[in-house]
């Protein structure tokens, strides 16, 4: 079966910048994303759970999306301009997919 190069990034980050988030993928042409929430996690300093929240403020959500590598430059520009400030982070990893056009 042939596989096509692309690249996965996944942000992490609180909650309430969701939106931000996507308006920034849309503007640079992902064709399409996924949104899924953190339940519990640890960071720099300790453990973390989301049982008891009643608001978004301290939520995390990820975004996972697939795009070609020429995107990702500009991409990441975007994106860490809106969580440079706020808790979270970003990997960029290289996979193989067998339908490059839905990317």
Not at 70 to 94: C, E, H, M, R, Y
Request: with cysteine; glycine share 6%.
């Amino acid at each position: 079966m042939k596989t096509y190069p692309k690249k996965r990034i996944d942000i992490i980050f609180e909650a309430p910048l969701m939106q931000r988030i996507i308006d920034r993928l849309e503007q640079a042409k992902v064709s399409g994303y996924s949104v899924m929430p953190i339940i519990a996690g640890r960071g720099h300093d300790s453990s973390w759970t989301a049982d008891g929240q009643i608001s978004n403020a301290t939520k995390m959500v990820s975004i996972v999306c697939i795009t070609d590598a020429s995107k990702v430059d500009d991409l990441l520009d975007s994106v860490l301009g809106a969580i440079s400030n706020q808790i979270g982070f970003v990997t960029i990893s290289d996979v193989s997919v067998v339908r490059p056009e839905r990317f």
